[in-house]
């Protein structure tokens, strides 16, 4: 029987591959295109690196990734730093990222597009949630640093347009790690003030690196969560920031925006002046044309000879006067005309004169009810017959018809 070879266990050759390959790549550069990208809930980042010919996986740990400027997607290609390790269990290896760099886009640039398409989505650059900027405020704020060139030129700007406005300086950090919490704390400051009508918000010029601490996701949020209106003014003219659209105003610099914020003591005054020139203007026209229409109506007649008018009212007056006497009058004889002939109508119609004629009206007692027809009484019922001068009351002993003789009991 032959000797058994000399043999590796699984883990001996597994730890000698490990501390092999682990000890020729460290700190290398990997190129490769993102895909199957998983950011953890535990905050590590798991990928894979490919070309067309092969794949590495990729570990990110939750503390690089904290330094990372934008979010990896699949399909990017980027430029990968770590180290390599072998993971022994599995008996596979894979690269522990400590820095990742997009290829063919700097890293700032694509941060600065992802943010902004995130931020945008969420309307955070809408023009309908800008506020308005105040025409004459009288305190304004500043988040800036105090000891940069950008917090010189605004207050000479303030003190050159007008004295009266105060400026309430926070300092911050403008540039570097960290920038962006001190930032949003002065707008957050200034907010739970009362007594700040608008906030300047800025910097000098500088790299894309120098003025990154404005376009990240705290500082653009704290910016458009403002209750008090807001004035961006970062860099210079060329220079555009995430904080720039999302402010309420962006100024091309901070000279600028002192200029926007602090309004002019002597161009007030001149329109004040303006104003008064204009009034007075108007009120001298007010006047001449008042005196011009009441040098009119002065030479008028009536002023001249007011007795005349008088005494022509009052004839007219007088004249008024016979015309509605003599118009009562002729309607008078005319309705009394109408009553004299309706009278003599009525006495013509009237009963008194048919008894006066020899006619009578007997009627039935105690109903007086009219007796128009034999019929209409019986033997016995008393009756009531009306003459001109009087009546006679009697009781019925007999009634006949055109052929029967009537007898009557006079009462």
Same mark, same amino acid.
């Given at each position: 029987m032959l000797n058994s070879p000399e043999a590796y266990t699984v883990s001996a050759i597994t730890r000698l591959i490990k501390e092999r390959l682990e000890e020729s790549f460290q700190g290398i550069w990997i190129e490769g295109e993102i895909s199957n990208y998983h950011h953890h809930g535990?905050?590590?980042?798991?990928?894979?690196?490919?070309?067309?010919?092969?794949?590495?996986?990729?570990?990110?740990?939750?503390?690089?990734?904290?330094?990372?400027?934008?979010?990896?997607?699949?399909?990017q290609k980027v430029l990968a730093y770590g180290d390599i390790t072998v993971y022994e269990k599995g008996g596979s290896y894979q690269l522990n990222c400590r820095k990742l760099v997009p290829v063919g886009v700097g890293e700032l640039e694509l941060a600065f597009r992802q943010?902004?398409?995130?931020?945008?989505?969420?309307?955070?650059?809408?023009d309908d949630r800008k506020l308005p900027i105040p025409d004459y405020a009288g305190r304004i704020g500043v988040v800036t640093s105090p000891t940069g060139a950008a917090v010189h030129d605004?207050?000479?700007?303030?003190?050159?347009?007008?004295?009266?406005?105060?400026?309430?300086?926070?300092?911050?950090?403008v540039q570097g790690d960290g920038a962006e919490q001190t930032i949003a704390a002065g707008i957050e400051y200034f907010n739970s003030r009362s007594d700040i009508d608008v906030i300047i918000v800025g910097r000098g010029g500088g790299s894309l690196e120098d003025l990154w601490p404005f376009n990240t996701e705290v500082t653009v949020r704290a910016v458009a969560a403002s209750g008090i209106p807001v004035i961006s003014?970062?860099?210079?003219?060329?220079?555009?920031?995430?904080?720039?659209?999302?402010?309420?105003? %962006?100024?091309?610099?901070?000279?600028?925006?002192?200029?926007?914020?602090?309004?002019?003591?002597?161009?007030?005054?001149?329109?004040?002046?303006?104003?008064?020139?204009?009034?007075?203007?108007?009120?001298?026209?007010?006047?001449?044309?008042?005196?011009?229409?009441?040098?009119?109506?002065?030479?008028?007649?009536?002023?001249?000879?007011?007795?005349?008018?008088?005494?022509?009212?009052?004839?007219?007056?007088?004249?008024?006067?016979?015309?509605?006497?003599s118009a009562g009058k002729n309607s008078?004889?005319?309705?009394?005309?109408?009553?004299?002939?309706?009278?003599?109508?009525?006495?013509?119609?009237?009963?008194?004169?048919?008894?006066?004629?020899?006619?009578?009206?007997?009627?039935?007692?105690?109903? %007086? %009810?009219?007796?128009?027809?034999?019929?209409?009484?019986?033997?016995?019922?008393?009756?009531?017959?009306?003459?001109?001068?009087?009546?006679?009351?009697?009781?019925?002993?007999?009634?006949?018809g055109k052929n029967t003789d009537a007898t009557r009991k006079e009462v």
């Open positions: 535990s905050g590590h980042r798991y990928l894979n690196l490919k070309d067309d010919r092969a794949t590495i996986r990729v570990t990110i740990w939750r503390s690089a990734g904290g330094y990372l400027k934008f979010e990896p997607e699949d399909g943010l902004h398409e995130k931020l945008a989505a969420e309307g955070l650059f809408d605004i207050i000479q700007i303030a003190r050159r347009r007008n004295r009266c406005v105060e400026l309430v300086v926070y300092s911050a950090q003014a970062v860099g210079h003219e060329v220079d555009i920031t995430l904080c720039d659209l999302a402010a309420d105003l %962006r100024a091309p610099t901070p000279s600028a925006a002192a200029e926007l914020a602090v309004w002019s003591q002597r161009e007030y005054i001149e329109s004040v002046n303006q104003a008064v020139s204009r009034q007075a203007v108007v009120l001298r026209n007010i006047v001449r044309n008042a005196r011009r229409e009441l040098h009119g109506l002065l030479d008028r007649p009536v002023f001249a000879r007011p007795r005349d008018l008088v005494l022509q009212r009052q004839q007219y007056l007088d004249q008024l006067l016979r015309a509605l006497v008078f004889e005319k309705y009394r005309n109408r009553l004299s002939l309706s009278v003599a109508r009525l006495e013509t119609l009237s009963p008194l004169k048919i008894l006066a004629r020899g006619y009578s009206v007997s009627r039935c007692l105690p109903d %007086r %009810r009219v007796i128009g027809k034999v019929e209409d009484i019986e033997p016995g019922d008393r009756m009531e017959t009306v003459l001109t001068d009087g009546q006679v009351v009697s009781i019925v002993e007999k009634t006949k």
